[in-house]
């Protein structure tokens, strides 16, 4: 299926930057991992068009402001309200091509915390618009000292990766999935990295609006952790699936694959999930250096689409890029 945006998107190249999807009727939400911003295209013939930009400072404040990239990795959609995350992890200069080895070994040295990396936001969207406010619904962020990466520095299990970039296995959140029950949104964060001895690690948490600023979030209570042997792979996304869970999995460092679809019946297993608690949908096409599986959603007939960070050659088109459809059993 083709996605298409407009010239401004195309010359930023936002289209080869695609890192979280979520279907909305007859919208699709996309997020990129080089912007502050959120994307909205509209199903028009059997393309998805008509690109619409929001910017999350407009709705929230950002801690670095409109212009520093949050690295948006994960979208999820539940009650009228459209959440997004940023990776929260580090980031280690890469080496260019062309530079000495003085200055490649300097790069190599350098490790960055970009603040609006470190970012949960809630939006409440009214028809098919996030707004700042809703009636009694608002916008808010968890960030600054509340973020997700900080609350985890007591952890036994990942507190040692919070000082490493998300390129070394450290701390990279790249998926959210949302439920609503009777206590409100409960949200699983997926981790593309760290994986402990092969064990992947996806967080539960329940934001809610903090009783003394309706701009902002907390969590209601302590965060869950659940341990899954995905063979050794991180969480690359997280797609709800009725009361279940698809995970798009993939390697946790800078390689290419393998990717795979596989699907957890949160209702039936702890927090301890093993491969036999896991069931395989699908084997992802992945390429050398570029067709990175980034984002998955699943949409109104049934079907999975799959889009792809660093499109190849072949996936781009004159006006956008192609995303994979994947028919579900």
């Known amino acids: 299926m083709e996605l298409r945006f407009h010239a401004g998107a195309q010359s930023a190249r936002t289209h080869e930057n695609l890192s979280a999807i979520r279907q909305d009727g007859p919208y699709l939400w996309i997020a990129g991992d080089e912007t502050a911003t959120i994307e909205r295209l509209t199903l028009r013939d059997g393309v998805y068009d008509d690109q619409r930009t929001f910017n999350l400072d407009d709705f929230v404040d950002l801690p670095a402001g ?13 009650d009228g309200w459209l959440w997004a995350v940023g990776s929260h992890s580090l980031k280690r200069r890469r080496v260019k091509s062309g530079q000495s080895a003085d200055k490649a070994r300097k790069r190599l040295a350098t490790v960055v915390r970009e603040e609006n990396r470190f970012v949960l936001v809630r939006l409440p969207v009214r028809g098919g618009v996030p707004v700042r406010e809703d009636g009694q619904r608002r916008a808010a962020i968890l960030a600054g000292h509340d973020n997700l990466a900080d609350m985890l520095s007591g952890d036994p299990h990942l507190a040692p990766f919070l000082a490493l970039p998300g390129k070394d296995n450290g701390l990279d959140i790249e998926g959210i999935a949302a439920h609503s029950d009777e206590r409100g949104h409960r949200l699983f964060v997926g981790l593309r990295g760290p994986v402990l001895r092969g064990w992947a690690v996806l967080l539960e948490i329940r ?17 869950r952790k659940h341990f899954l042997d995905l063979d050794g792979l991180g969480i690359r996304d997280l797609c709800p699936y009725g009361d279940d869970l698809l995970i798009l999995t993939g390697p946790s460092m800078a390689l290419d694959g393998p990717v ?15 491969g036999r608690d896991l069931e395989l949908v699908a084997e992802l096409p992945f390429g050398r250096g570029d067709d990175h599986p980034e984002g998955l959603a699943v949409l109104e007939d049934g079907r999975l689409i799959v889009v792809y960070d660093s499109p190849s050659p072949a996936r781009r088109t004159a006006e956008g890029v192609y995303a994979d459809l994947i028919r579900l059993d």
């Open 66 to 78: 409109p212009e520093a990239e949050a690295d948006i990795e994960g979208l999820a959609r539940t």
């Open 207 to 223: 934001p809610v609006t903090h009783p003394r600023d309706p701009s902002r979030l907390r969590l209601a209570e302590p965060y």
């Open 260 to 274: 795979r679809v596989v699907r957890w019946r949160t209702g039936s297993v702890g927090d301890i999930v093993t």
